[in-house]
């Protein structure tokens, strides 16, 4: 049965490039594999998008319909099986996430190195190392206060011998055979009338357009290798669960001097057995006694900034919500910080002495 990419896509026919652009970065975010979707509906939702965000590509799938598919096996549209891959994820998400501190889209932004953007930045730019993710997990203390955490990565650097270059001391570079110099060579795909050619990153001087006569001994000519190191995180006060810190060029070293990609750090916060976390604010349950309802208190209770001393107005019932203003988490980024919410439980015991039952039955009559 032939495939339906609008349908695949949610969008109906007459969708403009914009329409199919939202639609492919809507469901990509929802179904990648590094977020735990399912690979297969990701390939297809990238094939999808492949083809309906290409004009002539586009009219071609449009023209032949229902026989689309049927006519990639006779080899009329076979180069489109060249299209199944992750490219246009890059593409679609290239502009995406400038405002965002801590958005979610900062981090699809650099998962390809990029995308479109790339060439703009020129070739070693094109070429940057891959991102690093990694989770960290903090107390509620940790997220008011702030905190600095250590992580140890094992990642690419630098090669410390070649410097980056990828060649051995006192090699000559010389003009690489492959693509004459130009870094790029034309990629062709397809059969018959529909012939498709691609231009990519040459695989023997890997975009450079020449190459060392010796390579390098220590990094076998990649300009890099693996080592361990300690980055220190500064979380920030405020952040909450989920959140994404993103540490600019401190992922993998790209290949002979390329850029390195970006260090991503989930942050999870542990759950805190006195407080409950909505936002900015903070609720806790403050049980009291019978006669503390009845009589009012001041009653001792414990903040992220320290315990204070409450007072519990008389004839509170349960229930009652008595807000602390100032008292709850910082705010990320902002000055200030949230309030608490102090939530009155009242306690009936369930076995009183014969005194206290006498009283009680003396304020039952009074009532």
């Not at 220590?218 to 979380?235: A, D, F, H, P, T």
């Not at 014969?354 to 039952?364: G, V």
Request: with cysteine.
């Amino acid at each position: 049965m032939a495939k339906d990419y609008y349908k695949i896509l949610g969008i109906d026919k007459g969708a403009s490039p914009d329409e199919i652009k939202k639609a492919y970065r809507r469901l990509a975010q929802e179904h990648h594999p590094d977020k735990g979707g399912n690979q297969e509906k990701f390939k297809e939702i990238n094939e999808a998008y492949q083809v309906l965000s290409d004009p002539q590509k586009r009219s071609q799938y449009d023209r032949f319909g229902a026989n689309f598919e049927q006519a990639q096996a006779g080899g009329g549209f076979s180069g489109f099986n060249g299209f199944r891959d992750f490219s246009s994820f890059s593409e679609a998400f290239g502009g995406a996430g400038q405002g965002q501190a801590f958005g979610f889209e900062d981090i699809f932004d650099g998962l390809f190195g990029g995308g479109a953007r790339a060439s703009s930045r020129g070739r070693k730019s094109s070429r940057r190392g891959a991102d690093i993710s990694v989770d960290i997990e903090i107390s509620l203390d940790e997220a008011y206060q702030g905190s600095e955490k250590r992580i140890n990565l094992r990642r690419n650097v630098v090669c410390s011998d070649c410097g980056g270059s990828g060649a051995e001391k006192n090699s000559k570079m010389k003009e690489c055979k492959t693509c004459q110099g130009q870094g790029r060579v034309q990629h062709q795909s397809g059969a018959g009338f529909f012939t498709f050619s691609q231009v990519v990153v040459c695989p023997d001087c890997l975009g450079e357009g020449k190459k060392p006569d010796k390579k390098c001994l220590s990094c076998g000519g990649e300009g890099r290798k693996k080592e361990s190191s300690e980055i220190l995180v500064k979380v920030p006060a405020g952040i909450q669960d989920g959140q994404v810190i993103s540490l600019s060029g401190q992922g993998e070293v790209g290949l002979r001097g390329a850029g390195a990609g970006d260090l991503y750090v989930n942050v999870h916060v542990r759950p805190d057995p006195r407080f409950q976390r909505e936002g900015d604010n903070l609720f806790y349950e403050l049980p009291i006694s019978f006669s503390q309802a009845a009589l009012g208190d001041k009653i001792d209770i414990p903040t992220l900034a320290g315990w204070i001393k409450l007072k519990v107005p008389e004839g509170v019932e349960t229930g009652t919500i008595i807000r602390l203003e100032g008292k709850g988490m910082s705010r990320l980024a902002r000055r200030g910080f949230g309030d608490m919410m102090v939530k009155i439980k009242v306690k009936t015991p369930k076995k009183i002495s014969k005194k206290a039952r006498e009283l009680l039955e003396e304020l039952k009559k009074e009532e």
